[in-house]
């Protein structure tokens, strides 16, 4: 489910330090297929898809729904930022309240590209649905997400496990937006 409910999509383009995140376009197709089809990409969300088969099934502009965002840097698809409502997860204590997940490039990892455009898709979703608690579901081994789960304000409501690997749920408490400098 990708429900967001009264949500106005796609939403003006929201622009960082060094990033856009906007709404898919058909330009993003084959960066979507790389994403989806990389095994280093899948290593902790249970492999890769076929190419072949997201070559037959991926819409000419995949990804098209609220919620989710490309991250373009220098006018060049990196990564996918995802904000959908938790419909079916392996924790009752998830399903309802948003759902925060990305994806980026192997060769995008490590510049904080993640931290930059995920705090982003926060603020712009504590603006439109201000009171609304996110969730962030990863894989304990996942080093990485794990600690980009802490810089972003998760903190763990609990372990389970799921998909052969212990799993960690993470809770964002509702934030109120943030607020712009005042000018002079």
Same mark, same amino acid.
């Given at each position: 489910m990708t429900d967001l409910g009264p949500v106005v999509w796609p939403p003006a383009p929201i622009r960082t330090a060094r990033l856009v995140l906007r709404a898919p376009e058909? #330009?993003?197709?084959?960066?979507?297929?790389?994403?989806?089809?990389s095994a280093e990409v899948h290593t902790y969300l249970g492999g890769p898809r076929s190419r072949d088969d997201l070559e037959r099934e991926l819409?000419?502009?995949?990804? #098209?729904?609220?919620?989710?965002? *490309?991250?373009?840097?220098?006018?060049?698809?990196?990564?996918?930022?995802?904000? #959908?409502?938790?419909?079916?997860?392996h924790r009752p204590s998830a399903v309802g309240k948003a759902d925060l997940g990305y994806l980026f490039l192997p060769q995008a990892w490590g510049s904080g590209y993640a931290a930059e455009s995920c705090a982003a898709a926060l603020d712009w979703f504590d603006g439109v649905l201000p009171g609304e608690?996110? *969730?962030?579901?990863?894989?304990?081994?996942? *080093?990485?997400?794990? #600690?980009?789960?802490?810089?972003?304000?998760?903190?763990?409501?609990?372990?389970?496990?799921?998909?052969?690997?212990?799993?960690?749920?993470?809770?964002?408490?509702?934030?109120?937006?943030?607020?712009?400098?005042?000018?002079?």
């Open positions: 058909a #330009r993003d197709r084959a960066t979507f297929l790389e994403l989806l089809a819409p000419e502009v995949p990804e #098209r729904w609220p919620g989710s965002f *490309v991250v373009d840097l220098d006018g060049v698809m990196i990564g996918q930022i995802l904000l #959908r409502r938790a419909a079916e997860h608690p996110v *969730v962030l579901a990863t894989q304990t081994a996942n *080093v990485g997400s794990m #600690r980009l789960a802490a810089k972003l304000g998760f903190t763990e409501v609990e372990r389970f496990w799921a998909w052969d690997a212990e799993q960690w749920l993470g809770l964002r408490s509702p934030h109120e937006p943030a607020l712009e400098p005042p000018t002079a």
